[in-house]
């Protein structure tokens, strides 16, 4: 089936400083792909929406200049969370609609655990 | 908008007896439901989906749902639940433009033996 290969899978960093995720579609192209934030026992929150060659749609709230994203190829697609604070500690998740579409559901990544100290 | 509403938080069950997750939607259109099962530190599965047509849909796991459009709900059952069940599920629904998935607030479910 497809799959969405999301790495890293933890990363811990320091304040002030960037981090990059990185979510690829092993077996599907996915001209979209899309990114939540997860906070505990809670659950996911939609925060944009990356498309290949185009700039991405941020949902309401999302600041796009610190949650950077980046679908360079079809298979590959990036946030990068600048200037990352303790309060951006968080699960993030990527997903993509699987080879048949969305109706058919959602293909998601295993998760990024980023804890910023 | 569309919207789900999961109504419990919690469920804790005890191992083989059956359990039932609620969902319940609102929309003013033509809606397409999902389950998804997310396990500790892991993605999220899909369970099952309701599209169209029949209302009872069958999934993974021996999981279950039932779109009742009269009653807004898409609700999950499984008759007899294992252990390795005890995992957050999430409901959600295919937002009007057809481009992402709303998701519910999830309810974790605690099978022990």
């Known amino acids: 089936g497809a799959v969405v290969s999301q790495h890293p899978s933890r990363v811990i960093c320091k304040s002030g400083t960037s981090v990059k995720i990185e979510c690829r579609s092993l077996?599907?192209?996915?001209?979209?792909m899309f990114w939540y934030r997860q906070f505990p026992k809670q659950s996911l929150m939609l925060m944009a929406t990356s498309n290949e060659g185009s700039k991405a749609t941020y949902e309401q709230g999302v600041e796009k200049d610190k949650f950077l994203i980046n679908h360079a190829s079809l298979t590959l697609s990036t946030l990068t969370v600048t200037s990352a604070h303790p309060e951006d500690s968080s699960f993030y998740i990527c997903s993509a609609p699987g080879p048949q579409g969305a109706l058919h559901g959602y293909t998601f990544g295993s998760g990024t655990r980023l804890t910023v100290v | 908008a569309q919207s789900v509403t999961q109504l419990d938080s919690q469920v804790p069950v005890f191992e083989e007896a059956p359990v039932e997750l609620r969902c319940n939607y609102s929309s003013s259109v033509s809606v397409y439901l999902f389950w998804y099962v997310q396990y500790p530190n892991q993605g999220l599965q899909l369970l099952l989906k309701y599209l169209s047509g029949s209302t009872l849909v069958k999934g993974i796991n021996g999981f279950e749902a039932e779109f009742n459009k009269s009653q807004t709900s898409f609700h999950l059952r499984k008759p007899s639940v294992h252990i390795s069940d005890t995992a957050e599920y999430f409901c959600?629904?295919?937002?009007?433009?057809?481009?992402?998935?709303?998701f519910g607030k999830g309810t974790t479910l605690s099978v022990s033996s």
């Open positions: 959600a629904v295919l937002n009007q433009a057809g481009t992402a998935l709303i």
């Open positions: 077996d599907f192209q996915a001209t979209t």
